[in-house]
């Protein structure tokens, strides 16, 4: 079957005007001519044509095109595949942008319209973002700030204490802070560590990230940085770094839970060896368990740890005489001779 060149512009599309340029430049000759001098297009010359609208739409000059038609890999189903490539690329270059002005519908219902400045600020901290996070990857970050929102400025707040006090990060009180820091950040990022390493990738390569919408400065971020590098040298050598990545956060208030047990306890006097002294001890190896990614062998190595390291000990969910109570009760499971 032959097309006359006004039936393929019909089927196609295109002006009769461009199928006669195609042909003037030698990019689409038809294959045959009737006995009138009208052009006539094969099935060949069709396939040929798609190949040419397919490379149009990729951004090629009709040069190129014509270049790249005439060479080597330049079957039909050789361009097909560059289409598709493509529109994958062009499908998930539309499916960012639409979550990003998501992102943006979502800040713009919480409160008024935003002035001049703040639009240019928002926009300017969304292209930061957009280096190191999808748009997704935003959007989940941004929802789980209501995990962590309440306990976060009084975080800071305290943290902004012990700077003012130029107090050492190797003592308890900032060490402390920073495992309070650690376990926010982890509740944040929903337990991701790439997540958790990309935020302090964009907050050291990126200082004008530092101080905006709601961020620490950047002065408490170096402060809190090298205090948290200092906890993580101390664990660093009694647990690996592939060991520490599968740690996960216990919610607060499954650790509240167990304070409130053990100081009931400590109040009442139950010796360490009772039963339910025992249970509550069951209890927090549970939650250690939990932690570690229930690798009881991890978890030994983060007990021995803390009974090892005192400022790794200053950063742990229960007080010195918790731990104290919680240890004796252990040993006595373990060794009922223990006094």
Do not use: C
Not at 73 to 101: D, F, K, N, T, V
Not at 178 to 207: C, H, K, S, T, V
Not at 221 to 233: G, T
């Amino acid at each position: 079957m032959l097309l006359k060149v006004g039936e393929l512009a019909r089927h196609t599309g295109l002006t009769v005007r461009s199928l006669h340029h195609y042909d003037e430049i030698g990019l689409l000759k038809p294959s045959d001519r009737s006995e009138s001098g009208y052009r006539l297009y094969s099935r060949a010359d069709v396939a040929r044509l798609h190949g040419i609208q397919a490379l149009r739409h990729l951004g090629l000059a009709l040069t190129d095109i014509a270049a790249m038609l005439d060479g080597p890999g330049a079957s039909p189903g050789h361009i097909i595949e560059q289409q598709m490539r493509s529109l994958e690329r062009q499908i998930a270059q539309a499916s960012e942008l639409r979550e990003r002005l998501d992102l943006l519908q979502h800040a713009l219902a919480k409160g008024n319209e935003p002035d001049m400045a703040e639009w240019l600020d928002t926009l300017a901290l969304m292209t930061t973002y957009g280096k190191y996070f999808s748009a997704a990857e935003l959007k989940a970050i941004f929802a789980n700030w209501a995990l962590i929102e309440a306990q976060w400025q009084p975080l800071v707040d305290a943290v902004r204490g012990v700077m003012d006090r130029r107090t050492a990060i190797d003592t308890v009180e900032v060490q402390s802070l920073a495992q309070r820091w650690m376990n926010l950040m982890l509740r944040w990022m929903g337990g991701n560590f790439d997540l958790i390493d990309r935020w302090g990738d964009m907050y050291r390569q990126e200082p004008g990230a530092a101080g905006r919408n709601g961020a620490p400065q950047a002065d408490m971020i170096d402060y809190i940085r090298s205090a948290i590098d200092l906890r993580m040298a101390l664990l660093h050598k009694h647990i690996s770094q592939e060991e520490l990545r599968s740690f996960t956060d216990v919610p607060e208030a499954d650790w509240e839970a167990l304070r409130q047990a053990v100081l009931a306890l400590i109040d009442e006097g139950v010796p360490a060896g009772d039963p339910r002294a025992r249970a509550v001890a069951g209890r927090w190896l549970g939650l250690l368990d939990r932690v570690v990614g229930q690798r009881p062998g991890v978890r030994n190595k983060l007990l021995a740890a803390y009974a090892q390291e005192p400022l790794l000990a200053a950063g742990s969910r229960l007080a010195g005489p918790m731990r104290d109570y919680l240890g004796r009760s252990l040993r006595e499971m373990l060794d009922p001779h223990v006094t």
